[in-house]
T-cell receptor
Framework: KAGVTQTPRYLIKTRGQQVTLSCSPI?????VSWYQQTPGQGLQFLFE???????NKGNFPGRFSGRQFSNSRSEMNVSTLELGDSALYLC?????????????FGPGTRLTVL | AQSVSQHNHHVILSEAASLELGCNYS??????LFWYVQYPGQHLQLLLK??????LVKGIKGFEAEFIKSKFSFNLRKPSVQWSDTAEYFC???????????????FGRGTQLTVWP
Protein backbone atom coordinates (compact mmCIF):
# COMPACT_ATOMS: atom_id res chain seq x y z
CA LYS A 1 0.00 0.00 0.00
CA ALA A 2 1.37 3.39 -0.96
CA GLY A 3 2.16 5.76 1.86
CA VAL A 4 1.20 9.37 2.34
CA THR A 5 2.47 11.54 -0.48
CA GLN A 6 3.03 15.26 -0.43
CA THR A 7 3.72 17.64 -3.28
CA PRO A 8 5.77 19.57 -3.92
CA ARG A 9 8.67 18.43 -1.77
CA TYR A 10 10.41 21.80 -1.85
CA LEU A 11 9.17 25.33 -2.40
CA ILE A 12 10.80 28.72 -2.38
CA LYS A 13 8.56 31.75 -2.13
CA THR A 14 8.95 35.40 -1.28
CA ARG A 15 7.21 37.37 1.42
CA GLY A 16 3.66 38.35 0.57
CA GLN A 17 3.07 35.49 -1.85
CA GLN A 18 0.70 32.65 -1.23
CA VAL A 19 1.34 28.91 -1.47
CA THR A 20 -0.70 25.73 -1.78
CA LEU A 21 0.56 22.38 -0.55
CA SER A 22 -1.01 19.06 -1.43
CA CYS A 23 -1.37 15.79 0.46
CA SER A 24 -2.66 12.42 -0.72
CA PRO A 25 -3.50 10.08 2.17
CA ILE A 26 -3.10 6.36 2.33
CA UNK A 27 -5.88 4.67 0.38
CA UNK A 28 -8.93 4.21 2.61
CA UNK A 29 -7.86 6.82 5.13
CA UNK A 30 -10.41 9.57 5.61
CA UNK A 31 -8.70 11.79 8.14
CA VAL A 32 -5.90 14.15 7.19
CA SER A 33 -3.98 16.24 9.72
CA TRP A 34 -1.42 18.95 9.01
CA TYR A 35 1.55 19.92 11.15
CA GLN A 36 4.23 22.58 10.96
CA GLN A 37 7.74 21.58 12.02
CA THR A 38 10.33 24.23 12.86
CA PRO A 39 13.56 24.13 14.88
CA GLY A 40 12.21 26.73 17.26
CA GLN A 41 8.69 25.46 17.89
CA GLY A 42 8.94 21.77 17.05
CA LEU A 43 5.90 20.01 15.65
CA GLN A 44 2.71 22.02 15.92
CA PHE A 45 -0.77 20.98 14.85
CA LEU A 46 -2.42 23.10 12.16
CA PHE A 47 -5.76 21.42 11.43
CA GLU A 48 -7.52 18.16 10.75
CA UNK A 49 -10.06 17.20 8.11
CA UNK A 50 -12.45 14.29 7.94
CA UNK A 51 -14.96 13.74 5.15
CA UNK A 52 -14.32 17.21 3.76
CA UNK A 53 -15.02 18.89 7.12
CA UNK A 54 -12.53 20.65 9.34
CA UNK A 55 -13.00 19.11 12.76
CA ASN A 56 -10.12 20.58 14.65
CA LYS A 57 -7.84 23.57 14.33
CA GLY A 58 -4.63 24.56 16.04
CA ASN A 59 -3.54 27.99 17.13
CA PHE A 60 -2.45 29.48 13.82
CA PRO A 61 -3.56 32.73 12.16
CA GLY A 62 -6.29 32.80 9.54
CA ARG A 63 -3.64 33.01 6.80
CA PHE A 64 -3.38 29.25 7.18
CA SER A 65 -6.31 27.41 5.68
CA GLY A 66 -7.06 24.05 4.24
CA ARG A 67 -9.61 21.88 2.60
CA GLN A 68 -10.30 18.25 1.85
CA PHE A 69 -11.78 16.80 -1.27
CA SER A 70 -14.23 13.94 -1.67
CA ASN A 71 -11.37 11.54 -2.44
CA SER A 72 -9.77 12.51 0.92
CA ARG A 73 -6.91 14.38 -0.70
CA SER A 74 -6.17 17.58 1.14
CA GLU A 75 -4.60 20.92 0.43
CA MET A 76 -3.38 23.61 2.73
CA ASN A 77 -2.92 27.21 1.75
CA VAL A 78 -0.85 29.93 3.31
CA SER A 79 -1.56 33.46 2.16
CA THR A 80 0.59 36.56 2.59
CA LEU A 81 3.67 34.57 3.44
CA GLU A 82 5.97 35.75 6.20
CA LEU A 83 9.58 34.82 6.84
CA GLY A 84 8.48 32.90 9.93
CA ASP A 85 6.38 30.56 7.79
CA SER A 86 9.55 28.85 6.60
CA ALA A 87 9.14 25.32 7.88
CA LEU A 88 8.61 21.69 7.04
CA TYR A 89 4.89 21.08 6.58
CA LEU A 90 3.85 17.54 7.37
CA CYS A 91 0.67 15.80 6.46
CA UNK A 92 -0.56 12.72 8.30
CA UNK A 93 -3.42 10.41 7.49
CA UNK A 94 -5.42 7.97 9.58
CA UNK A 95 -8.51 5.88 9.10
CA UNK A 96 -10.92 8.00 11.11
CA UNK A 97 -8.81 10.46 13.09
CA UNK A 98 -10.19 9.26 16.39
CA UNK A 99 -8.06 8.78 19.43
CA UNK A 100 -7.32 5.11 18.79
CA UNK A 101 -6.00 5.70 15.30
CA UNK A 102 -2.37 5.81 14.31
CA UNK A 103 -1.31 8.74 12.17
CA UNK A 104 0.97 7.96 9.26
CA PHE A 105 3.15 10.81 8.09
CA GLY A 106 4.28 11.90 4.67
CA PRO A 107 7.76 13.14 3.81
CA GLY A 108 6.75 16.78 4.12
CA THR A 109 7.01 19.90 2.01
CA ARG A 110 9.97 22.14 2.82
CA LEU A 111 8.84 25.75 2.42
CA THR A 112 11.42 28.52 2.37
CA VAL A 113 10.20 32.11 2.44
CA LEU A 114 12.72 34.73 1.32
CA ALA B 1 -3.65 22.61 26.67
CA GLN B 2 -1.62 19.46 26.67
CA SER B 3 2.14 19.77 26.92
CA VAL B 4 4.71 17.08 26.30
CA SER B 5 8.25 17.27 27.67
CA GLN B 6 11.23 15.34 26.46
CA HIS B 7 14.04 15.77 28.92
CA ASN B 8 17.02 15.22 26.70
CA HIS B 9 17.64 17.27 23.57
CA HIS B 10 20.66 15.32 22.44
CA VAL B 11 21.89 11.93 23.61
CA ILE B 12 25.19 10.45 22.48
CA LEU B 13 25.88 6.76 23.04
CA SER B 14 28.28 4.09 21.90
CA GLU B 15 26.97 0.97 20.21
CA ALA B 16 25.67 -1.67 22.64
CA ALA B 17 24.91 0.92 25.31
CA SER B 18 21.44 0.98 26.83
CA LEU B 19 19.04 3.76 26.00
CA GLU B 20 16.31 5.47 27.96
CA LEU B 21 14.58 8.60 26.66
CA GLY B 22 12.23 10.41 28.96
CA CYS B 23 8.78 11.73 28.09
CA ASN B 24 6.28 13.41 30.39
CA TYR B 25 2.86 14.83 29.56
CA SER B 26 0.54 17.14 31.41
CA UNK B 27 -3.03 16.00 30.69
CA UNK B 28 -4.59 14.19 33.63
CA UNK B 29 -7.32 12.35 31.77
CA UNK B 30 -7.26 9.40 29.41
CA UNK B 31 -4.33 9.62 27.02
CA UNK B 32 -2.95 7.64 24.15
CA LEU B 33 0.80 7.70 23.79
CA PHE B 34 3.14 7.31 20.86
CA TRP B 35 6.81 7.31 20.04
CA TYR B 36 7.79 8.29 16.53
CA VAL B 37 11.25 8.20 14.97
CA GLN B 38 12.68 10.29 12.16
CA TYR B 39 15.78 8.80 10.54
CA PRO B 40 18.01 11.18 8.60
CA GLY B 41 16.31 12.14 5.36
CA GLN B 42 13.23 10.07 6.09
CA HIS B 43 9.72 10.81 7.29
CA LEU B 44 8.30 10.26 10.75
CA GLN B 45 7.62 6.61 11.46
CA LEU B 46 5.74 5.02 14.33
CA LEU B 47 7.91 3.07 16.77
CA LEU B 48 5.23 2.04 19.22
CA LYS B 49 1.97 3.15 20.79
CA UNK B 50 0.00 2.67 23.98
CA UNK B 51 -3.79 2.82 24.20
CA UNK B 52 -4.66 0.59 27.14
CA UNK B 53 -3.77 -2.66 28.85
CA UNK B 54 -0.23 -3.75 29.65
CA UNK B 55 1.74 -0.58 30.42
CA LEU B 56 4.88 -2.11 28.97
CA VAL B 57 4.63 -1.77 25.22
CA LYS B 58 6.93 -3.38 22.71
CA GLY B 59 7.58 -1.77 19.35
CA ILE B 60 9.67 -2.29 16.29
CA LYS B 61 13.45 -2.70 16.17
CA GLY B 62 13.71 -3.83 19.79
CA PHE B 63 12.28 -0.66 21.34
CA GLU B 64 9.90 -0.70 24.27
CA ALA B 65 8.20 1.91 26.41
CA GLU B 66 6.61 1.92 29.83
CA PHE B 67 3.53 3.95 30.70
CA ILE B 68 3.53 5.06 34.34
CA LYS B 69 0.25 6.83 34.92
CA SER B 70 1.14 8.14 38.38
CA LYS B 71 4.20 9.86 36.95
CA PHE B 72 2.58 11.02 33.69
CA SER B 73 5.48 9.37 31.91
CA PHE B 74 6.06 7.23 28.86
CA ASN B 75 9.78 6.54 28.64
CA LEU B 76 11.36 4.83 25.66
CA ARG B 77 13.99 2.14 26.19
CA LYS B 78 16.27 -0.12 24.23
CA PRO B 79 18.73 -2.48 25.91
CA SER B 80 21.45 -2.25 23.26
CA VAL B 81 21.56 0.49 20.63
CA GLN B 82 23.04 0.21 17.17
CA TRP B 83 24.58 2.79 14.87
CA SER B 84 21.45 2.53 12.73
CA ASP B 85 19.37 3.88 15.64
CA THR B 86 20.84 7.33 15.05
CA ALA B 87 17.75 9.46 14.53
CA GLU B 88 15.44 11.97 16.17
CA TYR B 89 12.83 10.55 18.51
CA PHE B 90 9.50 12.21 19.25
CA CYS B 91 7.05 11.46 21.99
CA UNK B 92 3.42 12.30 21.15
CA UNK B 93 0.16 12.27 23.03
CA UNK B 94 -3.47 12.59 22.18
CA UNK B 95 -6.22 13.25 24.64
CA UNK B 96 -8.37 10.19 24.36
CA UNK B 97 -12.15 10.54 24.49
CA UNK B 98 -12.07 14.28 23.90
CA UNK B 99 -13.80 15.04 20.63
CA UNK B 100 -12.25 18.47 20.46
CA UNK B 101 -8.85 16.93 19.87
CA UNK B 102 -9.75 14.54 17.07
CA UNK B 103 -6.86 14.00 14.72
CA UNK B 104 -4.54 16.04 16.88
CA UNK B 105 -1.26 14.89 18.36
CA UNK B 106 0.77 16.91 20.83
CA PHE B 107 4.47 16.38 20.28
CA GLY B 108 7.50 16.80 22.45
CA ARG B 109 10.43 18.79 21.08
CA GLY B 110 12.30 15.66 20.13
CA THR B 111 15.53 13.99 21.24
CA GLN B 112 18.38 13.61 18.80
CA LEU B 113 20.13 10.28 19.39
CA THR B 114 23.63 9.83 18.00
CA VAL B 115 25.16 6.37 18.23
CA TRP B 116 28.89 5.99 17.62
CA PRO B 117 30.06 2.71 16.11
Amino acid sequence: KAGVTQTPRYLIKTRGQQVTLSCSPISGHRSVSWYQQTPGQGLQFLFEYFSETQRNKGNFPGRFSGRQFSNSRSEMNVSTLELGDSALYLCASSLRGDYTDTQYFGPGTRLTVL
Amino acid sequence: AQSVSQHNHHVILSEAASLELGCNYSYGGTVNLFWYVQYPGQHLQLLLKYFSGDPLVKGIKGFEAEFIKSKFSFNLRKPSVQWSDTAEYFCAVNEGLRGSTLGRLYFGRGTQLTVWP
